[in-house]
């Protein structure tokens, strides 16, 4: 009796030295996906950025290469998108001024001219790539008059 709970025993104990190290690696690649996951959740939260410069305006019916890439409004090389906290009127009342622009960046659209387009349009000569993203910038949540 006693010689098979001493059998019993060890077996469990080779089972567990056969078996733990992989239940141990399931523990670590749970660990490592979830470490993985709130990364790429503080990955998702867009950052706040700060921009100071000149605004300078782009309007649509002039021919510029700001204006084509639907960059209407420029704070230094950066462009700037209106929103609903700062709409395009306030935004003109700003034009020339020494300014800083917070807000965060909005990745723009893709875009590809139709085919007949893509023969006739006036692009401008960096855009021969593949792909095009037009509007992209910062989407205004505050501006406010820089300190001269």
Not at 110 to 137: I, N, Y
């Amino acid at each position: 009796m006693e010689n098979q709970r001493t059998r019993f025993s060890l077996e469990k104990l080779f089972l567990l030295i056969l078996f733990g190290p992989l239940l141990a690696g399931c523990n670590n690649q749970q660990a490592t996906n979830e470490k993985k996951e709130s990364v790429q959740e503080i990955e998702a939260i867009p950052a706040i950025e700060v921009v100071t410069g000149v605004l300078m305006h782009f309007p649509e019916n002039v021919q510029s290469i700001q204006a084509w890439y639907g960059h209407n409004y420029m704070v230094g090389n950066k462009p700037v998108i209106p929103t609903e906290e700062v709409p395009e009127d306030v935004l003109k009342t700003f034009v020339g001024l020494n300014v800083i622009v917070q807000g965060i960046w909005y990745p723009g659209e893709k875009w590809s001219p139709a085919e007949e387009e893509q023969l006739s349009s006036a692009r401008p000569a960096d855009s021969v790539q593949d792909e095009t993203f037009r509007g992209d910038g910062i989407m205004i949540s505050s501006i406010e008059k820089a300190e001269e």
